[in-house]
């Protein structure tokens, strides 16, 4: 079966600084989302990657699709208070609409 | 848009009392998922439904776990018995995916919390 592995499981970092989370697929994927969840919060939607190689920026947030289609990162630049959370991977392996959710990096920040 | 509503926000029950969680999905949404989320487990796919109809309930813990979608705008997460290890957040997400195919975002109802002394 297909086995995700997403990484750090924590984070804490000083504001100002950088962070990164990593999500590793043992398979190939279709596609990748990526979701952020307050704490006490529901998951919201991120971004969606589909070609290999890809690579889509949003403001500070930077998000990587791998070559292979296993992997990809989440990569935050100058991180600021307001990107406290819980990040989640969600793996599409083409099973007809479903999404299996990595373990989640959950990232705090100091002021 | 109202969003994914759940109800109730917070469930605290005893064991072995029946449970029934409610989702109202975004109107024009076919994809409807229920997941729960736990410190241990994560966020663990139960079940999810395309136009009404379950897709795939692997997750579904086991026999004391049901859900139902009589329509479009409705969907109902059961168990029966409940037991203290079934505490945890429960979710319900609606898509827009009209084909059950792909992959497509998914939008997040604030959750129910349950507790089972």
């Known amino acids: 079966g297909q086995q995700v592995m997403q990484i750090p499981q924590y984070q804490h970092v000083q504001e100002g600084e950088d962070f990164t989370t990593y999500c590793n697929s043992s398979?190939?994927?279709?596609?990748i989302q990526w979701y952020k969840q307050r704490p006490g919060g529901h998951p919201v939607f991120l971004i969606q990657l589909v070609k290999s190689g890809e690579v889509k920026k949003q403001k500070r947030l930077t998000f990587q699709f791998g070559e292979a289609k296993k992997n990809s990162s989440l990569h935050i630049t100058a991180t600021q208070t307001t990107d406290v959370g819980t990040y989640f991977c969600?793996?599409?392996?083409?099973?007809?609409?479903?999404?299996?959710f990595g373990q989640g990096t959950e990232l705090s920040v100091k002021p | 848009d109202a969003g994914v509503i759940q109800s109730p926000r917070h469930e605290v029950t005893e064991m072995g009392q029946e449970v029934t969680l409610r989702c109202k999905p975004i109107?024009?949404?076919?994809?409807l998922f229920w997941y729960r989320q736990t410190m241990m487990r994560g966020l663990e796919l139960l079940i999810y439904?395309?136009?009404?109809?379950?897709?795939?309930d692997s997750g579904m813990p086991e026999d004391r776990f049901s859900a139902k979608m009589p329509n479009a705008s409705f969907s109902t997460l059961k168990i029966q018995p409940s037991e203290p290890r079934d505490s945890a957040v429960y979710f319900c997400a609606s898509s827009p995916d009209p084909r059950g195919i792909v992959s497509d975002t998914q939008y997040f109802g604030p959750g129910t919390r349950l507790t089972v002394l």
């Open positions: 109107s024009g949404h076919n994809s």
């Open positions: 439904f395309n136009n009404n109809v379950p897709i795939d």
């Open positions: 398979t190939t994927l279709s596609n």
């Open positions: 969600a793996l599409d392996y083409n099973q007809g609409g479903k999404l299996i």
